[in-house]
């Protein structure tokens, strides 16, 4: 790691943590992330861990060892998704989220290597807005960071803890990008 990052949040040549808010939720959030994204500066769901209270984060692929997914479900257990039908008001609440970060192909191919996944209920999230982003996700994707914001929108109508997380966001995409020379609009 670059001495001129925080060892926190990893921001370069700064840091946000005193900018990372602290939030309390109903939703117990379980982060399986792609080890590979765990030194990058983009990686958003580090900031989600460090903001959601309780939170847990696991490094999939870690060489020291696999993450025991199966032993972190119950059976009130639902995977955050990007696709499919759109969470229904009328349904129950997840009382526990599983939310699978990576690009978007280290997310396709820990679906496909992890059968405990496949049949876990699915809470889909609907498009996101526009928005600069660090990654250039595909129509219907966002970060981490913004689909946990949504998440506590959606399903505790939490305005300010989603719009906490949102402006985190955007302060650090700005300062991801311009560490890295790149502007997107």
Known sequence: MSADRCPRCL?????????IPTIQSRIHFIFIRHATEGARTSNTARMA?????????YDHGDPRGPVPI?????????????????????QTLPRQLLVLDGSWPQV???LRRLPVL???????????PPRVRMRLP????????????TTLRLLEGDDSAADALLVLYDEMTKLVLAGSGKQRR
């Open 11 to 19: 921001i370069p040549r700064t840091c946000l943590c005193a900018r």
């Open 49 to 57: 861990h460090l903001a959601l209270s309780g939170s847990e984060l």
């Open 70 to 90: 199966a032993d972190l479900l119950t059976p009130d257990t639902w995977r955050l998704d990007s696709s499919g039908e759109p969470w229904d008001p009328s």
């Open 108 to 110: 396709r191919r820990m």
């Open 118 to 128: 496949h049949g876990m209920r699915r809470f889909a999230l609907p498009p996101p």
């Open 138 to 149: 595909p129509p219907e994707g966002m970060s981490t960071l913004e689909a946990v914001a």
